[in-house]
């Protein structure tokens, strides 16, 4: 495939995927993997949503960095370093569709019950904090699906909308340093790759600027409610790619 006849969709994949992560503090990858594995190809997706991911993570820290819940932060770090391991010997088994069938029933029946029974419980310290890092390292190492229990965690704490998406680039940001330095050791890091990143970076830059204005002009209610409506299409996606 001729690298040459795809940059305008290379662009505009990253550019709509940035402004979904800058607004809703993640979701980038749901939307930027499936298209550009098919524009590019897995090999060059998947190093390229990873760096532009934690360029994502880093400009939104760089300006909320004091919105950081940093107990709750710290706590799912550290709980996720500990559920890798456990998550790969989860890989070792053929557990995988069974997995996240159950991981993406769980999300759609989470958040339909939360936009019909908004007066859902509410965690009110951090320290549940280490049950849902433990499970996002699980999900993560075996699976690559680390986000939505932190997503979930998120919503339970009633963080606003400025906490959300801040605290979210905290965690991202200590999981994609792995992640990056894993695919450079692994030789992924080709011209092609960061050519492209390079050339993404001035429109990942003007779409984090946007969703940062959006997420900032959302009221907390609506906010909420949007993030469910979003966590029900991931669902719906990890269920379809689960039976496929």
């Known amino acids: ?61 760089l300006k909320s960095w004091r919105s950081v819940d940093l107990g709750s932060a710290w706590r799912l770090i550290v709980s996720s370093l500990v559920g890798i391991p456990i998550g790969l010997l989860f890989l070792q088994e053929a557990y995988e569709g069974i997995v996240k069938a159950l991981l993406a029933l769980l999300i759609i029946f989470f958040s339909l019950y939360n936009l019909l029974k908004p007066r859902l419980i509410t965690l009110t310290d951090n320290k549940s904090a280490y049950v849902f890092g433990l499970l996002a390292g699980i999900l993560g190492g075996a699976y690559n699906t680390n986000g939505p229990p932190i997503v979930i965690y998120g919503m339970l704490r009633k963080w606003s909308a400025e906490s959300f998406r801040a605290t979210l680039q905290g965690y991202f940001f200590s999981a994609g340093i792995l992640i990056v330095l894993s695919h450079g050791l692994a030789g992924l890091w080709t011209l092609t790759v960061l050519r492209l990143y ?22 907390q209610g609506k906010f909420d409610k949007y993030v469910h409506v979003f966590l029900i299409i991931i669902g719906a996606t990890l269920l379809t790619n689960s039976i496929g």
């Open 198 to 219: 390079a050339i993404s970076l001035p429109v990942v830059f003007l779409a984090i600027v946007l969703g940062s204005k959006l997420n900032r002009s959302i009221p």
């Open 1 to 61: 495939m001729n690298l040459e006849s795809f940059p305008m969709a290379v662009l505009a994949i990253v550019s709509l995927s940035t402004f979904i992560r800058s607004t809703f503090g993640f979701g980038d990858a749901l939307v930027a993997m499936p298209l550009l594995a098919m524009a590019v190809g897995m090999q060059i997706a998947t190093p390229l949503v990873a760096l532009i991911a934690i360029t994502i993570a880093i400009t939104i820290l």
